[in-house]
């Protein structure tokens, strides 16, 4: 089973930058595109970002186009997620995936325990 170990979240200020990283083990990663997906308090899980493995192709969620950048490490079965000019729309739960776009859908049956991300003056 495919297991997802998200890390990094943290409380910051509007306009801050923060990285997370999601660490995906028994998976075969070079076949895979992984991204993230959040889940803000009382609304329902959304996509943020996807990135294909060999082309490395990555796809935005309008809202943090130009804002955040997703990438990862094959050789350290790792996806990150850069987070810049933070908004405190950015709050939620933030969650690592197996992933594909277009449209950005994620092809998860569990999810791993999501790292919390706070934006707050």
């Known amino acids: 089973q495919v297991q997802f170990v998200e890390s990094g979240g943290d409380s910051v200020q509007p306009g801050d930058s923060l990285r997370i990283s999601c660490t995906v083990s028994?998976?075969?990663?070079?076949?895979?595109?992984l991204g993230w997906f959040r889940q803000a308090p009382g609304k329902k899980r959304e996509g943020v970002a996807c990135i294909r493995s060999l082309s490395a192709a990555a796809y935005y969620v309008d809202s943090v186009k130009g804002r955040f950048t997703v990438s990862r490490d094959n050789a350290k079965a790792t996806v990150y997620l850069q987070m810049n000019d933070l908004k405190p729309e950015d709050t939620a739960v933030y969650y690592c995936?197996?992933?594909?776009?277009?449209?950005?859908?994620?092809?998860?049956?569990?999810w791993g325990q999501g790292t919390q991300v706070t934006v707050s003056a």
């Open positions: 995936a197996v992933c594909d776009f277009p449209p950005l859908i994620h092809h998860n049956d569990h």
């Open positions: 028994e998976l075969a990663l070079d076949y895979y595109a």
